[in-house]
């Protein structure tokens, strides 16, 4: 069965500081990994997926198959940034498995 | 709004009574997923659907719990003799086709307190 941990539950920084919020996972296949963002008061929606190997607002993820890890990274917090951030693998039949999320503060 | 939308937002019910909550997908998405979430936890998959079919429920789903998707477009979660902890955010999910490029869009969920 596949498993997703977030080990920070809260992440606090400083407007202009480096972020970086922690994913590992476990999956006996090749993995397809996300990264979910949660606004206050809006939906659930992608921020970016490993198969892109995009950035989005900032915001990169690298795919460590070897130590099965997929953590968010930006250089620079900007307040708008702080919110709950969910890391999901997809299974068979577009199926998400969640971590527990962490949630960002950026501090003025 | 062209989003996944959910109906009711929130519900507040006694113990022991039914409840169905709504969803309606993107149109034309034909996968419909519903998820649970409790606080402090990443969402829960429970079931999902291809069109009308349900093709997967996860243990999470009592048999107090039926899903439907009669038509192949909007569907229900209903929780019959509803428990205190039944008491989440129910999550609804749609995506169009069946590769793992497309995007799954989410609905803002629906609160259940059970009292």
């Known amino acids: 069965a596949q498993r997703v941990t977030q080990p920070e539950k809260l992440l606090s920084v400083f407007k202009g500081a480096p972020v970086e919020l922690k994913c590992n996972y476990s999956?006996?296949?090749?993995?397809?990994l996300f990264w979910y963002v949660q606004y206050s008061r809006q939906r659930l929606q992608l921020l970016l997926r490993?198969?892109s190997r995009e950035s989005i607002k900032g915001f990169t993820a690298d795919l460590n198959k070897g130590e099965t890890s997929f953590h968010l990274k930006k250089p620079f917090a900007q307040e708008e940034d702080s919110a709950m951030y969910y890391c999901?693998?997809?299974?068979?039949?577009?199926?998400?498995?969640f971590g527990g999320g962490t949630r960002v503060l950026v501090k003025p | 709004d062209t989003g996944v939308s959910q109906d009711p937002r929130h519900k507040i019910t006694k113990r022991g009574q039914n409840v169905t909550f709504r969803c309606d997908p993107i149109?034309?998405?034909?996968?419909l997923y519903w998820y649970r979430q409790t606080l402090g936890q990443g969402p829960e998959f429970l079931t999902y659907?291809?069109?009308?079919?349900?093709?997967?429920k996860s243990r999470l789903l009592s048999d107090r719990f039926s899903a439907e998707r009669p038509k192949g477009s909007f569907s229900t979660l209903e929780i019959q003799r509803t428990e205190q902890g039944d008491s989440a955010m129910y999550l609804c999910?749609?995506?169009?086709?069946?590769?793992?490029?497309?995007?799954?869009?989410f609905g803002e969920g629906s609160w259940l307190t059970v009292v």
């Open positions: 490993h198969i």
């Open positions: 149109s034309e998405h034909n996968r």
């Open positions: 999901a693998l997809e299974a068979a039949g577009n199926k998400l498995t």
């Open positions: 999910a749609s995506i169009a086709g069946f590769f793992s490029g497309n995007t799954i869009y």
């Open positions: 999956y006996s296949g090749s993995p397809e």
């Open positions: 659907f291809q069109n009308e079919a349900q093709l997967e």
